[in-house]
């Protein structure tokens, strides 16, 4: 049974930084990723990460969030410096049975975790 298990959220400063982790159970993926939603809007993506270390970005957190893993725990992280109040969303992780190119699209993964809270006050 696969299971993602988000953690690391919580209520910080505009300008702080965060760090959330993804821990995945009952297999490895060779692509994993993060998403957001935020209330009232649809769920984006955010970033990914390919087995082999290869990664995307959205461009409106590209300089600001790193995406790693490490193989090793089966664990994706997501470190989120100078946050800002529209970061301000539930965080979502997911991975990909595909060993295609990293798609930014929601169809594009199988598994989800249950999301961790993000909120940056100004």
């Known amino acids: 049974q696969v299971q993602l298990v988000e953690s690391g959220g919580g209520l910080v400063q505009a300008g702080d930084s965060l760090r959330l982790s993804c821990a995945a159970s009952?297999?490895?993926?060779?692509?994993m990723g993060w998403f957001r939603q935020a209330p009232g809007k649809e769920r984006e993506f955010v970033a990914a990460i390919k087995w082999s270390g290869i990664t995307d970005y959205a461009d409106s957190v590209k300089g600001r969030f790193t995406i790693s893993r490490d193989n090793a725990k089966n664990t994706v992280y997501l470190q989120m410096n100078s946050l800002k109040p529209e970061d301000t969303a539930v965080y979502y992780c997911?991975?990909?049975?595909?060993?295609?190119?990293?798609?930014?699209?929601?169809?594009?993964?199988?598994?989800w975790g249950q999301g961790t809270q993000v909120t940056v006050s100004s």
């Open positions: 997911a991975a990909a049975n595909s060993f295609g190119p990293i798609t930014r699209r929601i169809v594009g993964y199988d598994y």
């Open positions: 009952g297999r490895s993926f060779n692509a």
